[in-house]
T-cell receptor, first 111, second 114 residues
Framework: EPEVTQTPSHQVTQMGQEVILRCVPISNHLYFYWYRQILGQKVEFLVSFYNNEISEKSEIFDDQFSVERPDGSNFTLKIRSTKLEDSAMYFC?????????FGPGTRLTVT | KQEVTQIPAALSVPEGENLVLNCSFTDSAIYNLQWFRQDPGKGLTSLLLIQSSQREQTSGRLNASLDKSSGRSTLYIAASQPGDSATYLCAVSVSQGGSEKLVFGKGTKLTVNP
């Protein structure tokens, strides 16, 4: 069964550094998302992406964040200058027929 | 603003028991509702998707109901097994600026004791 994949599974970075989280959505899906989950808290929406552009973003998704689909298969989330509070699990998702399929997540630890 | 609440926050039951997890949401204008399972440190596995026009969905020992007018959904797990131990998340799909997003509850942590 097709699945969403994410790399790396765990990323440790120092505050102020740039990180890129990578996702490969399911191939025939058209809608892509990033969500995050801070430890012990709810899963929160960050951004949705359709037709090679952002369709919606939350107030969390400020100028430090960007997304890109560089080659028709990968979908990336970049955080330009990480802060301690960016430490969280980041989930990529793709959608088909109203159902979201989530990847296994990348645990980002900012020290 | 849509808010999703799940009760109870945690539940511990003996193996074989039937159980119900509850989810409520504040705004009935939803596209659909999805139940997920999350194992510790892992991703989200979709269990059931209920479209806004539907009342329930079933998959194996799982049955989810939706009452949109009252803003409630329940997940019924029959004959629980230790392998069912996980956190169960409820999420509603809402429209925002022309696209959809999921709004999640905090989850119910289920422990099934052998």
């Amino acid at each position: 069964e097709p699945e969403v994949t994410q790399t790396p599974s765990h990323q440790v970075t120092q505050m102020g550094q740039e990180v890129i989280l990578r996702c490969v959505p399911i191939s025939n899906h058209l809608y892509f998302y990033w969500y995050r989950q801070i430890l012990g808290q709810k899963v929160e929406f960050l951004v949705s992406f359709y037709n090679n552009e952002i369709s919606e973003k939350s107030e969390i998704f400020d100028d430090q964040f960007s997304v890109e689909r560089p080659d028709g298969s990968n979908f990336t989330l970049k955080i330009r200058s990480t802060k301690l509070e960016d430490s969280a699990m980041y989930f990529c998702a793709s959608q088909f027929a109203g159902q979201r399929y989530f990847g296994p997540g990348t645990r980002l630890t900012v020290t | 603003k849509q808010e999703v609440t799940q009760i109870p926050a945690a539940l511990s039951v003996p193996e074989g028991e039937n159980l119900v997890l509850n989810c409520s949401f504040t705004d009935s204008a939803i596209y659909n509702l999805q139940w997920f399972r999350q194992d510790p440190g892992k991703g989200l596995t979709s269990l059931l998707l209920i479209q806004s026009s539907q009342r329930e969905q079933t998959s194996g020992r799982l049955n989810a109901s939706l009452d949109k007018s009252s803003g409630r959904s329940t997940l019924y797990i029959a004959a629980s097994q230790p392998g069912d131990s996980a956190t169960y998340l409820c999420a509603v799909s809402v429209s925002q600026g022309g696209s959809e997003k999921l709004v999640f509850g905090k989850g119910t942590k289920l422990t099934v004791n052998p």
